[in-house]
């Protein structure tokens, strides 16, 4: 083997196998590679913790159980519920119309912001009239939608679909509305027609805007949802808030409560999984 031969070799070997940042792997302890997390899991709980104790003196200071109701009582109804199958029965009509809401405003919003902000005319045409709709408090429609749909699951679904359309809507339109114009010229240059601009680079380059849209719009599912159940209804956990509320049962209202807290938690779990998967083309550092 030559010198000029070994000399290329080493380049080769110190040359990366790919261009951007790289990982080195690192030999690290368990702690080293989970201490960070255990200990703000652990804090987590510790904090949950005091607030139940704070939650329990508080109870023995204010005279009417009425007002706070207490630790034990919030978890016996809890255990009564989940016994019968009320909290079960409840909670999966309002996990249905989060869901069907959430997947009808995704799919209606992507569809409306992506053709409408494609025509810049009609986008500049109807951006303040979309605002303006954008704006108005979403509980505010809810009369409305009890007069077209009535009470039942429909206008549940609707309202919350109504919630997540805006947010994907605007978006996904702000996503298509600042694609690379260079972009745009060169695909014209090259013979593209507008269907290849419109499928090769507009909605390629409008996908962080979508995605964006798809993160921030699913616990606005669950609150039009909801909305839609305190405000008339016989079924879901919006109803259970209502009901136990009319009995004085303080203890129900916040077991309730707990039960939608876990429930919007694990959306925003979702949410988490979601943007880590969809940060991964970032460089490191971003993500």
């Known amino acids: 083997m030559t010198a000029a031969q070994t000399i290329t070799m080493n380049d080769t070997a110190r040359t990366p196998a790919a261009s951007g940042p790289v990982k080195e792997a690192r030999k690290r302890t368990w702690w080293g590679k989970n201490g960070r997390q255990t200990s703000v899991w652990m804090l987590r709980v510790a904090l949950f913790l005091i607030f139940l104790v704070a939650w329990y003196i508080a109870s023995l200071v204010v005279p009417n159980p009425m007002f706070i109701s207490t630790p034990v009582a919030v978890w016996n109804q809890l255990v009564e519920w989940i016994v019968d199958g009320t909290i079960v029965f409840h909670s999966w009509i309002t996990i249905q119309e989060v869901a069907l809401g959430y997947v009808i405003g995704v799919l209606t919003g992507a569809v409306a912001g992506f053709i409408l902000a ?170």
């Open 118 to 287: 494609s025509i810049h005319l009609i986008y500049d045409v109807f951006e303040p009239f979309m605002m303006a709709l954008y704006s108005i408090p979403k509980v505010a429609l809810a009369p409305l939608f009890i007069v077209w749909f009535g009470i039942g699951i429909d206008m549940k679904i609707i309202l919350a679909a109504v919630s997540v359309f805006f947010l994907v809507f605007l978006n996904t339109a702000s996503g298509v509305r600042e694609v690379d114009r260079g972009l745009i010229d060169a695909v014209r240059l090259m013979g593209g027609n507008k269907r290849d601009v419109a499928f090769k680079v507009v909605l390629p380059a409008s996908m962080a805007g979508l995605l964006t849209g798809l993160k921030v719009s699913i616990p606005y599912a669950l609150i039009g949802a909801v909305i839609g159940e305190l405000v008339a209804s016989n079924r879901g956990l919006g109803y259970l808030i209502n009901d136990s509320a009319a009995q004085f049962n303080t203890a129900g209202v916040f077991a309730a409560v707990a039960v939608l807290t876990v429930l919007a938690m694990l959306l925003n779990g979702v949410v988490a999984l979601i943007s880590t998967r969809t940060n991964r083309w970032k460089p490191l550092g971003e993500a």
